[in-house]
């Protein structure tokens, strides 16, 4: 059966940051959450199967053919020269023995006047031996790695919320068209380095070395239903387009091991770019466990006056903290801590710097009701929420983080509209 989980493994550090007015501060908040698919398949369909197919097998099995072919060539070339040796060695003995009978009837003389006049060797002639036939060298065609695909598919395509078993299943192809790159080189480059020493500032010019390649590794995934419909088809524009990987920056030239560099790096940027790939199917039809990270705000004080806001701050975080093994109590907890901070937002007075809930408390409070209502599901309260931070002069940064919630919330919509 299905599971629809919305939160995992909450992480608390505290960052200790201080805003101006109250003593607001905050926590900073890590947990996993279930993100709805966009495009929700059938509930019968509770099954997955994935695949990868290698379209540069074929140029791969081509290069191979080809190899084989120009070996047999080679060995057949060979085969005829091991025949056609014999009367070379003889012919060479032949020749060898003519010369030497000529030699022989040479007199004295006229060998001096070989070698005076015409400059020619008068030495006894030395028998050529034929070098003995061998197989012309065919150099081992160039390939694409290939790969145990069924293993690298189980490992890397998991269809999240769904099992992978073959009844009735979606299926997930995935289909790489091979690693191009360039080859590596090392690139030097000059920089103004400035240094104090002795209480004094001086700048030198310094050279820094790196080795670089571009490279893309193209992928395409195609998802059909288990009829054989074809549910979309996508080939991310990021796996397309050339990257540049380089080395860590040294003042000293490394060595270019250029084989090496590449293979290390292709085994990384495949599994770099299979993971984008599963990101982008779990984002669609899968039920993908999601990291965010946040901040929820309190305010400290030596008395009670915040003890409200902190006892929702603690519910809230123990609330996320148990969000997966008893998602009951969890919702009652991050309902509570929601109904204490709109308790407290009914005494805001963003005009007045001495009102208990202040404008800088209003703005914490607000954030923490987006938190919270975004975990629980609530885009109407979140709206009002919104609507009451648009009528706040806030800075720039908390603009941003508005901004954020508003198209987090959005999303949001968009995903509980298509899952009803």
């Known amino acids: 059966m299905r599971k629809i989980k919305t939160g995992l493994l909450v992480l608390l550090t505290i960052t200790g940051k201080l805003m101006i007015a109250q003593n607001i501060k905050d926590e900073t908040v890590e947990y996993h959450f279930t993100k709805l698919p966009l495009a929700p398949l059938p509930g019968a369909i509770q099954n997955y199967q994935s695949s990868i197919f290698a379209a540069y097998e074929a140029e791969n099995q081509k290069k191979k053919d080809a190899y084989e072919a120009e070996k047999k060539v080679a060995q057949a070339e060979l085969a005829k020269e091991q025949v056609a040796y014999p009367a070379k060695v003889k012919a060479a003995d032949d020749q060898y023995n003519?010369?030497?009978?000529?030699?022989?009837?040479?007199?004295?003389?006229?060998?001096?006047?070989?070698?005076?006049v015409l400059g020619e060797n008068t030495n006894k002639p030395v028998k050529q031996v034929p070098p003995p036939p061998s197989m012309r060298y065919v150099p081992e065609p160039i390939l694409q790695t290939s790969y145990d695909y069924p293993v690298v598919a189980k490992t890397y395509l998991i269809l999240d919320g769904f099992n992978d078993k073959p009844e009735n299943a979606v299926k997930i192809e995935v289909t790489m068209y091979g690693f191009d790159y360039t080859e590596p080189r090392q690139i030097s480059e000059q920089k103004s380095v400035t240094s104090y020493a002795n209480g004094q500032t001086s700048t030198n010019a310094v050279m820094y070395y790196h080795n670089e390649f571009s490279y893309r590794h193209t992928m395409s995934v195609k998802v059909t239903t288990p009829d054989g419909k074809e549910l979309f088809t996508v080939t991310p524009q990021e796996l397309n387009t050339y990257k540049i990987y380089k080395t860590p920056e040294s003042t000293t030239p490394a060595p270019l091991n250029a084989e090496l560099l590449i293979?290390?790096?292709?085994?990384?940027?495949?599994?770099?770019n299979l993971t984008l790939i599963n990101n982008v199917?779990?984002?669609?039809?899968?039920?993908k466990q999601t990291l965010r990270r946040t901040e929820l705000y309190y305010v400290k004080s030596k008395?009670?006056?915040y003890k409200d806001l902190l006892v929702a701050f603690n519910d809230a975080s123990a609330g996320l903290k148990i969000l997966i093994d008893d998602p009951a109590t969890a919702k009652a907890k991050l309902q509570s801590a929601a109904q204490a901070w709109n308790t407290a937002l009914q005494?805001?007075?963003v005009k007045n710097k001495k009102a208990r809930i202040d404008k800088d408390v209003t703005i914490a409070v607000c954030f923490n009701l987006l938190e919270c209502y975004f975990t629980l599901g609530d885009s109407?309260?979140?709206?009002?929420?919104?609507?009451?931070?648009?009528?706040i002069?806030?800075?720039?940064?908390?603009r941003k983080d508005k901004?954020?919630?508003?198209?987090?919330?959005?999303?949001?919509?968009?995903?509980?509209?298509?899952?009803?």
């Open 347 to 349: 005494e805001s007075d």
């Open 281 to 287: 199917v779990n984002d669609k039809i899968g039920y």
């Open 303 to 305: 008395d009670d006056t």
């Open 98 to 116: 003519i010369e030497l009978e000529a030699w022989k009837k040479k007199s004295f003389g006229e060998k001096v006047v070989e070698k005076q």
């Open 403 to 420: 901004e954020d919630y508003e198209a987090l919330f959005n999303d949001l919509k968009k995903r509980v509209a298509v899952n009803k």
């Open 393 to 398: 002069d806030m800075s720039s940064s908390k």
């Open 263 to 272: 293979k290390t790096n292709e085994a990384k940027i495949l599994q770099d």
């Open 380 to 391: 109407g309260n979140a709206d009002k929420i919104i609507a009451q931070l648009n009528g």
